[in-house]
């Protein structure tokens, strides 16, 4: 009997020794990147920060540890693997009373053999944006109004932007505790007229510490990424860690189970607002999130993001899939408005075989 518990120590150590010496390479090939590159450009990829999933954005985006499939190539690749159907999620929300049009859809393919994989979109647009370039009445010719000049309200346009990003991303399990992922992004934004693109890479890990109890970090645009502009210009978004952990309770005799989860982001993008916790040019943000279900089909949800925003949202969980709704107020959105979310999630397989019978 000694001998069993030992060789299972001895697993779990080694397990844990892996995951240990594999994230230390992947932090020391991040700051060997990150110094290569002192200065990025300031909110680069901060449309990339705000979030997909509307069950993952109630909670505050706490959720590096314990991401749902179809939103795990955004949080953490790694999770993929823990996947064990064909499903498929949209989700479109408002941000901001509607200032913004945010929409993701994505598919998550179940592990077979060594890898999972997982395909998404995500577009966030601003539309009827006032164009006043062609409506000065320019007198002095300065292409300035001055005291004294107007504009011309009949020569007042309107164009849009948009930031958009296709991913793709794969999962592979190290042993039975240890998980890694990674995604490759295509990233392109335009302005009225001109366009951006740019690549990026992220890379993820997940660790079981025990069956209740997760930890995962992930280090997004671990090369750094580039987004090239048609007029020559050139913006640089730099790495970003990210910690989390969540811890499932569950209470005898009672069909309710509880998932306080908790996350950090690290940046190294110089003074930003908002910041929880700051050293030089880096930059530490708080998340914090709670999850409560009940007989696992309605689960309730709150969290604080990064920028210290509350958010609350409600699931409806079935065999076929799932429909959330979140809300966010406080903090950015009391200054720019509340957001209501809408997301479906749908299991294909399950969702044949109901119609089947229902057939």
Same mark, same amino acid.
């Given at each position: 009997?000694?001998?069993?518990?030992?060789?299972?120590?001895?697993?779990?150590?080694?397990?844990?020794?892996?995951?240990?010496?594999?994230?230390?390479?992947?932090?020391?090939?991040?700051?060997?990147?990150?110094?290569?590159?002192?200065?990025?450009?300031?909110?680069?990829?901060?449309?990339?920060?705000?979030?997909?999933?509307?069950?993952?954005?109630?909670?505050?985006?706490?959720?590096?540890?314990?991401?749902?499939?179809?939103?795990?190539?955004?949080?953490?690749?790694?999770?993929?693997?823990?996947?064990?159907?064909?499903?498929?999620?949209?989700?479109?929300?408002?941000?901001?009373?509607? =200032?913004?049009?945010?929409?993701?859809?994505?598919?998550?393919?179940?592990?077979?053999?060594?890898?999972?994989?997982?395909? $998404?979109?995500?577009?966030?647009?601003?539309?009827?944006?006032?164009?006043?370039?062609?409506?000065?009445?320019?007198?002095?010719?300065?292409?300035?109004?001055?005291?004294?000049?107007?504009?011309?309200? $009949?020569?007042?346009?309107?164009?849009?932007?948009?930031?958009?990003?296709?991913?793709?991303?794969? =999962?592979?399990?190290?042993?039975?505790?240890?998980?890694?992922?990674?995604?490759?992004?295509?990233?392109?934004?335009?302005?009225?007229?001109?366009?951006? *693109?740019?690549?990026?890479?992220?890379?993820?890990?997940?660790?079981?510490?025990?069956?209740?109890?997760?930890? $995962?970090?992930?280090?997004?645009?671990?090369?750094?990424?580039?987004?090239?502009?048609?007029?020559?210009?050139?913006?640089?978004?730099?790495?970003?860690?990210?910690? $989390?952990?969540?811890?499932?309770?569950?209470?005898?005799?009672?069909?309710? *189970?509880?998932?306080?989860?908790?996350?950090?982001?690290?940046?190294?993008?110089?003074?930003?607002?908002?910041?929880?916790?700051?050293?030089?040019?880096?930059?530490?943000?708080?998340?914090?999130?709670?999850?409560?279900?009940?007989?696992?089909?309605?689960?309730?949800?709150?969290?604080?993001?990064?920028?210290?925003?509350?958010?609350?949202?409600?699931?409806?969980?079935?065999?076929?899939?799932?429909?959330?709704?979140?809300?966010?107020?406080?903090?950015?959105?009391?200054?720019?408005?509340?957001?209501?979310?809408?997301?479906?999630?749908?299991?294909?397989?399950?969702?044949?075989?109901?119609?089947?019978? *229902?057939?």
């Amino acid at each position: 009997m000694l001998h069993y518990v030992t060789q299972d120590r001895n697993f779990k150590f080694q397990s844990l020794l892996s995951w240990v010496i594999s994230f230390s390479i992947l932090i020391f090939f991040f700051f060997g990147t990150t110094s290569s590159f002192a200065f990025g450009t300031k909110y680069a990829g901060e449309f990339l920060k705000i979030g997909v999933g509307v069950r993952e954005m109630s909670l505050g985006g706490a959720v590096v540890a314990s991401p749902h499939s179809v939103s795990a190539q955004y949080w953490n690749p790694a999770a993929l693997y823990q996947n064990t159907v064909f499903s498929g999620q949209f989700m479109h929300t408002e941000e901001f009373a509607g =200032a913004l049009n945010l929409d993701h859809i994505s598919i998550a393919i179940p592990a077979k053999g060594n890898y999972a994989y997982s395909l $998404g979109f995500f577009h966030l647009g601003v539309d009827d944006i006032p164009d006043t370039r062609e409506a000065l009445i320019d007198d002095n010719g300065n292409g300035k109004l001055d005291p004294g000049e107007r504009l011309n309200f $009949g020569e007042i346009g309107t164009f849009g932007a948009s930031e958009n990003a296709l991913f793709l991303s794969v =999962a592979k399990q190290m042993n039975q505790k240890y998980f890694i992922g990674a995604t490759a992004k295509y990233l392109y934004k335009s302005l009225g007229t001109t366009a951006a *693109w740019g690549v990026g890479f992220d890379v993820a890990t997940i660790y079981n510490i025990s069956p209740q109890l997760v930890f $995962g970090a992930s280090i997004n645009d671990i090369t750094t990424t580039f987004l090239f502009w048609k007029d020559g210009e050139k913006e640089v978004i730099l790495p970003t860690l990210r910690f $989390g952990t969540a811890w499932k309770v569950s209470l005898p005799s009672i069909p309710i *189970w509880f998932q306080p989860l908790g996350g950090l982001d690290i940046s190294f993008e110089g003074e930003q607002d908002n910041t929880d916790l700051n050293l030089g040019s880096i930059n530490g943000r708080v998340r914090m999130g709670l999850e409560v279900h009940i007989k696992d089909q309605i689960a309730l949800r709150c969290g604080r993001d990064d920028l210290g925003s509350f958010h609350i949202g409600f699931g409806l969980d079935t065999s076929i899939g799932s429909i959330d709704y979140g809300f966010a107020m406080g903090g950015t959105y009391k200054l720019l408005g509340q957001s209501h979310r809408l997301g479906v999630t749908l299991h294909f397989a399950e969702l044949a075989k109901g119609l089947k019978r *229902w057939l």
